[in-house]
């Protein structure tokens, strides 16, 4: 099931690409941290995270569940990725908790959305691991475009999500927050409205709970406009089909 199936893509030339454009954006942001690069390898092989990660690339997105699971666990990927980290970037349903948090390398899941998803990965983290592990890292999701069609708490709902995870939930450490946001937009009409309104979320959780901006992460951008994402304060960027290649549609 993952082995590959379309026409060869340069994956390495497709990284230092995607690399060197964040370094030209970061030219104008002098001050500003490098953000993490998460490669989004949905629907592709394992073979191509494999190639990814040769060339240095070290984080890696999943956006369903069966295929985190096979890629995780994959003989070849934890054979030559000994240091992969993978990120779960979809919507995740409460009868997949488990499933997913006995994985290997699993390193982020950033798409907590409610109290009742954040009370049950903490629940279930502190049964599968003992108290010597680390809390489970997580993101609040948040939806600023307001389609139905996407996961995500509303903005106006986020702070609050976010002070009770960090005052209940000890095994959990969020760490930041992030959307998806609407696909298409014209940057000709001026600034994203999905960008400028999580760095908003961002700043007032700064405020309300004392903390410095460079303390909370905002994972926005995708391959369409992660530089974009950059120069409005992303510092994680979701990159796909500009380094894998176009994907095949998921059936």
């Excluded at 629940?123 to 069609?149: C, M």
Aim: contains cysteine.
């Amino acid at each position: 099931m993952l082995r590959r199936t379309m026409a060869e893509f340069d994956i390495k030339a497709g990284l230092q690409q995607v690399l060197k454009r964040i370094d030209e954006v970061l030219l104008q942001r002098p001050k500003a941290a490098k953000p993490l690069l998460v490669a989004v390898s949905k629907t592709k092989p394992a073979d191509a995270v494999i190639e990814a990660y040769k060339t240095g690339q070290r984080d890696f997105g999943e956006n369903y569940v069966q295929e985190l699971v096979e890629k995780s666990q994959h003989p070849e990927i934890l054979a030559q990725c000994p240091d992969i980290k993978w990120h779960f970037i979809g919507h995740l349903q409460n009868n997949k908790i488990n499933k997913i948090l006995s994985l290997p390398n699993l390193h982020m899941i950033q798409t907590v959305d409610s109290e009742k998803l954040a009370t049950k990965l903490d629940a279930a983290w502190s049964k599968l691991k003992p108290d010597t592990e680390p809390p489970l890292r997580v993101l609040i999701q948040i939806n600023t475009s307001g389609e139905e069609a996407k996961s995500g708490i509303e903005t106006k709902e986020a702070p609050k999500l976010y002070q009770f995870i960090s005052k209940n939930l000890k095994h959990l450490q969020l760490v930041g927050i992030m959307t998806i946001g609407a696909f298409g937009f014209d940057y000709s009409t001026g600034p994203n409205p999905d960008f400028v309104s999580l760095m908003e979320v961002h700043r007032s959780i700064c405020e309300a709970n004392s903390l410095t901006p460079n303390s909370v992460l905002v994972s926005m951008g995708m391959s369409n406009d992660y530089d974009r994402a950059i120069e409005m304060g992303s510092t994680v960027v979701r990159v796909g089909s500009s380094i894998f290649g176009h994907r095949a549609v998921k059936a």
